[in-house]
């Protein structure tokens, strides 16, 4: 089983980066397909970012060339780096592991981006 707690939201202006952070523990990090998710005000969570156990990545359309995730196996950490943040990326942040059948959620952090 794996537990996630996710870091590094908060408020940053149009334009801005943050650098989002989930620590995972309890289990065999390495093994499990890491995504980033978000959720805002009205709207139905939605895939952001993956990466695979092998390296592979893929990204929501509406974040390409200004997102980029990444992992630190020996941190037990998945990164998402958020570039040219705009309004329209205001939600709260989830991040989710997943193996074999079993999925797991992080409680969240909060994006707001705003001037």
């Known amino acids: 089983q794996a537990q996630l707690v996710e870091s590094g939201g908060g408020l940053v202006q149009p334009g801005g980066s943050l650098r989002l952070s989930c620590a995972a523990s309890?289990?065999?990090?390495?093994?499990?397909?890491m995504g980033w998710y978000r959720q805002a005000p009205g709207k139905q969570r939605e895939s952001v970012a993956s990466?695979?156990?092998?390296?592979?990545?893929a990204y929501a359309d509406s974040v390409k060339g200004r997102f980029t995730i990444s992992r630190d196996n020996a941190k037990k950490t998945v990164y998402l780096q958020m570039n040219s943040l705009k309004p329209e990326d205001t939600a709260v942040y989830y991040c989710?592991?997943?193996?074999?059948?079993?999925?797991?959620w992080g409680q969240g952090t909060q994006v707001t981006v705003s001037s």
């Open positions: 990466l695979a156990t092998v390296g592979i990545t």
């Open positions: 309890g289990s065999i990090f390495s093994i499990y397909a």
């Open positions: 989710n592991a997943k193996y074999g059948g079993l999925s797991y």
